[in-house]
């Protein structure tokens, strides 16, 4: 089926007035929040944030999605850009099962090890309904806010081009440390500062 726009509102946000798209044709109720005059970008800045209840909605320390997501709509609302938002809690494998992967880090396993243990890949989530949702919007290239390069490969396999990676501050807390450490050092993100992974590193040992 055909991607397609269904509806275009706009809504005013504490950080200021979004245009938000949701569409037909994908799997999922993914929706985009554009900002600023996007639309005349050739290229415009896009990020993709995955849902995340705990860090987004109620502030959870465990992990960094929610400064993240103000960080992208700050940076989104002072120029322009559209943020993606996709309901893939927990990398795809649901709120019940999130939590009981949180059970399993408690225990001692890393975030990636603990998706396993459920039976999970490390990393459910697929982003070719992103390229699909920017490409019924018009858009076949953009400058991607994300130091995860599987979001690179996942546009640009499904026809957006990524022509730069602007990367992302890192939003590090006591609590998210060894969260981050494990990103950077199995997941290939990039741009996380090194001294994380050691003193995380340090902490297990
Ligand atoms: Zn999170």
């Known amino acids: 089926m ?5 509806e275009k509102i706009i809504m005013p946000t504490k950080y200021g007035r979004a245009e938000v798209f949701s569409f037909r044709g994908i799997d999922g109720e993914h929706v985009i929040f554009a900002f600023g005059n996007w639309s005349t970008l050739r290229a415009p800045p896009v990020r993709i944030h995955s849902e995340c209840l705990t860090g987004d909605v109620f502030g959870s320390k465990r992990c960094d999605c929610g400064p993240q997501l103000d960080e992208a709509m700050r940076r989104f609302t002072q120029s322009a850009g559209l ?12 709120l019940l ?25 490390d990393d459910q989530r697929d982003f ?5 949702m920017l490409r019924a ?6 400058q991607l806010l994300s130091n995860n ?4 490969r996942g546009l640009e396999d499904n026809g957006v081009r990524v022509r730069h990676r602007l990367f992302t501050q890192t939003h590090a807390c006591p609590d998210n440390q060894k969260y981050l450490a494990a990103k950077a050092e199995l997941g290939g ?9 050691n003193e995380a590193k340090n902490d297990t040992a």
């Open 97 to 121: 099962n999130k939590l009981r992967a949180y059970r399993l880090q408690d225990a001692g396993h890393d975030t990636y090890e603990a998706n396993r243990l459920l039976g999970f890949d």
């Open 149 to 152: 390069p599987r979001k690179t």
């Open 128 to 132: 070719k309904v992103a390229a699909d």
């Open 83 to 94: 943020l993606i938002y996709l309901r893939q809690e927990g990398r795809g494998i649901g």
């Open 189 to 197: 993100h990039d741009g996380l500062q090194s001294n994380l992974l």
């Open 137 to 142: 919007l018009g858009i076949n290239q953009v």
């Open 2 to 6: 055909k991607v397609e726009i269904d």
